[in-house]
């Protein structure tokens, strides 16, 4: 939560007067004519473009005091390059009201947030300042691309509206040139609904350069009333629905103190918009293909208003979220979209779908993709880039291949993973293995695990190409089936919450599960299950 300050403490004067004299106090605009750039510089193949922090200003201004504290979703940085990093807040002095406005006055269409970084959490040292405009259309938010950063440096950021000042977040660049260390937390399946976020209170207490959030940042479903409740308490449909479920989420004490302390880089896959969605199929949504591109739109929307994503805001149910981020010559980090381009699987009906799987046994062997053609395309390229020891696949779900029947039973592969495309996944594997070092970071599976990728999936005679450690969930409910029966290459399975910790050097790549004793406490122990490492050159993984 913000404090009410009327000027802020450890600021140098005449700083304050340059953020004062730009925008009074609170500015609200009531023109809109104007574009106001809005939005962070795009990604869509990793690159930064220049910031659009806004210094506008309105021929029709007014002034307004906010009557509380706008700053209750807590302020977050992300997509960290050498130079730059995105920084975010979301203005909301009702977080929870009913139209997904979080209370801004109905006249706010565009309000000024000073923003400052400094050296030094106390803010004696500023290195940049600005003023960006947020805008009613994008939900109040600010993503700011503070730039003229120095490399791999903490940086200490901060908001004010008038008189309110935000929490104070810390920032790190990424390094630049010769790099020894990375050190990141995999994290996802954050169903809040479900239990609390004791890993992240224990994840904020870690010194990492990121996190890494592999989707299901939200769930879609009807809020359940108790201990845990969100809003709304109906399935999430519209935009004010995507933004009031965002802002549950985002009051939780120990995911803001996460977001607060490390830049977090951000995919997504399907609870975003809704269950097991694939491309322009989204289930639960109705029978009309407009509305369920509608129900997309909105929730694409809000997902980039409530994230610090270096991306341009979305136009309708369309948004380039794949990119990569170079950590010097060590590391290249490739963060993958597999929902939005994807074809639908075969032989999977669900009654409750609107999805029209077709003909099972005429589609399966058909050559299906999950990345669609730009962004495999995309991956061949960053892969192929080289110039780092390592390769870093952010990838949502699970590749090697997992087959979840019993022993004595048929296969069961659930075909929403990698295992229901096939050709698409040997293309990726192919690709993997002409590149240095690949490891592949996944989430999605409600599970531990740590698996060898095969040159051919299941075929444990082939050779492993690479590593994939699987990120248990943060508070989502566990799967539970034991994989191992019909899952050779399986080297262990966790049944439980947490994250991984990744520590990445020249030598070596060091996972750690970080596992939860007890997922409904968010006062929780939480502890080290297991410890792997990948040497350098080498992509079978030891137990440490
Ligand atoms: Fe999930």
Redesign the pocket.
Known sequence: MGSKQPRPAGIDRRQFITGASAVAALVVTGCSGDDGGGGAGSAGTGSSTTASASNQTSTTLHSAKLAADPFTLGVASGDPLPDSVILWTRLAPDALAVDGRGGMPADAESVDVVWEVAADDRFTQIVTSGVFTAEARHGHSVHVDASGLKPGTDHHYRFRVGEWQSPVGRARTLPDGSAERLRLAVA??Q?LETGAYAAYRHMAGEDLDLVLHL??YI?EYPGVPGARPSLPETMVVSLADYRLRYASYHLDPDLQAAHARFPFVVTW?D?EVANNYMGDSVPGTGGSPQEQLDRKAAAYQAWWENLPVRIDPPEGPALAVHRSFTVGDLARLHVLDERQHSEVPPCRPDPESTIDFGDCEAREGEDRTRLGADQEAWLEGSLAEGGVTWNLVGNPVVLAGVDSGAADGDAAYYLEVWDGFPQARNRLIEQMAGSSNPVVLT??Y?QGMVLDVHRTPFDTSSEVVAPEFMAP?IS?VLFGQDVSPRTPHLREQLNSHGYLSVEVTPDRLTASFQVVADVADAASAVTTASTWTVDAGDPVTRRA
Do not use: A, E, K, L
């Open positions: 996802n399946c169903m989707g299901d769930y896959d609870h989430g999605d409600h969930p989502s």
